[in-house]
Structures are given as C-alpha cells and as structure tokens.
C-alpha cells in the first residue's frame, strides 16, 4: 500500500472545473504502465493499456467539493457558493485555501457569534449563504491586492492524516481513493487482450460531466466505476439506512439512489460476486436510496454499457474529516483487477 501516493492524491487540491494539480499527479503516475494517455477537450484524463478485444472504461472522479467566490464586501470579506454538496455543519469554521492568480490565499470560515445572536437563531443551523470567508483584508481593495478575484474557487485547507491502525483520514477521498485504486489497478492488470482504459473524469461532483463525454469518446464494452460510498458503523445512524461498515472488505453496489441512478448490468454483477466469492476478497453489498455516481452517465452511453460499481467505504463523506481503512482500498484494488481478467 503506497500511502504516500494516497497522501499526495488527497492532499491536492482540485474543485470541479480546476482538475489541473491533481490530473498531474495521476498523469505522472500512470506514464510507466499505460500505452497512450491523452487529455480530452474538457479535462479528462484518459489512459489506455493494452490493444485489441474489449474494451473496458475504468471510471474515478479527479474533482473534490469546493467553493467559488461571488462577492467580496467593501471590508474585505468574501461571499461565496458552493460547488459540490456540502452539509452546513460541516463547512462552518472551517481553514480553507482559495486558489489566485496571484498563488494561494488562506482563509477560515466565519460567521456571527452565539454572542450576538438572538435566542430564535442560536436554535437554528447556520446557512452557507449566512457564512463568509475572512482572509485578513480589510477592504475590497485590500482583498484585491492580495490577488483575490470573484471567481477564484477554494478547497478545504486538510492534510492527510494515518490514524489507530490501519485507518486514515483526509479531504477529498471522494474520490481520490478511487483515483488511486485506479492508478494501482492499472498497474497489476496484464491487459494483453484487451483494452482498458483508465478515466481521471472532471466535474463529477456538479452533475456527472466528464464522464459523459469520456465515455462516448472510448465507447467501452464495460465499465467499471470506482468510488467511494457511505458507511453506518458510527453512532446516529440506523443499520436499515446503511449496512456498510469499514474494515469488511470492498462495496458492490447493485442500485443507488433508488434505482433512478444505476442498476447494476446483470452480466457485471455476476462477473463482480463470482470473482469476490471464487478470490476470498471480502466484500459487502450495498443498496443505496440517495446519491449516485458517474456509472449513472456512463450506462446511458450510445446504444448502452454494461455497467457497476465498485466503492471505498468510507466515513463522513463530503467533509474535510473523511475517515477510510487501508485494508478496503487494498480489497476493491483486488476485486477490481480481478474482474478485469475476466471480463
């Protein structure tokens, strides 16, 4: 397990739309052990290993939750909105990092005191739009000077962390733990016949976009997506919303977001369960009522792909404060390359 390459995936900051630092990463990664790799028209990285008979599209979203910046006050605070979903809870209070022109600009989340607060508001939670981001300046021109421009987009100001065991935590492992378990997939398939391609897709967390056009473009025979997903293995939350739990091994999804997203193509649910079962790679099954991923785009391809899903589970998923274990990544690595033989 290459921890310092998952450090390096998560630790980069890349918002829909501004993929460029960590499309680098995994472009350095994947030269070695892929034939072809290009960049399509709207930022997807797209690499390819092997020549001949199927073709199979491995899918993993670059692009982690962020914010924009759509106003900046006369004292220097910035307004902004959201791209990606992001619960308020966690947003508030937050260190954030907004990406300039002029280089990187820190910041924290703020908002009105409990102090000053009248009893009503104290009772409710603190909207986005009710937040600000206070960077030091101490006028709109002041702002400016630092280099900080509406438009500018931000990221959560989180490093990776290793925790008890073999748990870790960190921003953005929706999706850089699909990202890695890519690049590791690519480099222990032997591809000889077939083709696979390795998708860094963009813009995944504001409507499943890169995905879309990658997938015309290859117009795989298969395709799998790789992500991460919810777990119910801490306290508030009931086992009949999720049964997912870290530290069981990799989670096939076989629907999400109640059935309006993806239902897993029959064929790869058998090719996914038999490999699982016939390799003792621990998995688990998952159900899922709200939520999807870019297999939703990817099926609807064309004429249709035969499509599934393949997730981390993962803990607190759209925070700063994600929570993974090594030995799932180190199962869906496994149950990934292994379908791959024999799809």
């Known amino acids: 397990m290459n921890k310092k390459l998952i450090a390096g995936l998560c630790n980069a900051h ?7 630092e960590i499309r680098e990463i995994m472009k350095k990664e ?18 390819k290993k092997g020549d001949g008979g199927k073709k199979i599209m491995l899918d993993a979203h670059m692009d982690e939750i962020g914010l924009i910046i759509k106003n900046i006050d006369k004292e220097g605070f910035i307004k902004f909105t959201t791209l990606g979903g992001f619960s308020n809870q966690t947003l508030l209070n937050q260190k954030v990092v907004i990406h300039t022109d002029k280089g990187r600009v820190h910041g924290v989340v703020g908002s009105k005191p409990p102090h000053l607060m009248e009893e009503e508001e104290r009772k409710k939670i603190v909207k986005a739009e ?7 300046a101490e006028s709109n021109s002041g702002a400016g000077d630092i280099g900080v421009a509406v438009g500018d987009f931000i990221t959560m100001d989180m490093n990776f ?19 890695y378990v890519m690049i590791e ?13 390795a998708v860094g897709s963009v813009q995944e967390e504001v409507g499943l976009k ?18 991460v997903t919810t777990t119910g293995d801490y ?15 990799a989670v096939i999804s076989l629907a999400d977001s109640s059935g309006r997203g993806l239902i897993t193509h029959p064929k790869v649910k058998k090719i996914l369960l038999n490999t699982a079962r016939e390799e003792n790679i621990m998995y688990q099954l998952e159900v899922g009522e709200g939520g999807t991923t870019n297999a939703t785009v990817i099926h609807l ?13 993962t803990r607190y998923i759209h925070s700063p404060v994600e929570v993974a274990r090594l030995r799932d990544i180190e199962a869906v690595i496994d149950l990934t390359a292994k379908a791959i033989n024999r799809i």
């Open 14 to 20: 890349s918002a829909p739309g501004y993929e460029d």
């Open 30 to 47: 994947l030269a070695n052990v892929c034939d072809v790799i290009s960049v399509d028209k709207l930022g997807n990285l797209i690499a």
């Open 130 to 136: 009710n937040m600000f981001i206070d960077i030091g």
């Open 161 to 179: 962390r290793e925790l008890g065991g073999d748990f870790i935590t960190g921003k953005a492992f929706d999706d850089r733990l699909g990202c």
């Open 185 to 197: 997939v690519m480099k222990r398939i032997d591809a000889s016949d077939v083709e696979v391609y």
């Open 210 to 227: 890169g995905a879309r056009t990658a997938a015309y473009k290859i117009n795989p025979d298969y395709a799998l997506v790789l992500d």
């Open 235 to 249: 306290p508030g939350v009931k086992e009949d919303k999720s049964t997912n739990k870290l530290g069981k091994g």
């Open 301 to 313: 391809t064309r004429e249709g792909v035969p499509s599934g899903v393949i997730s981390v589970p």
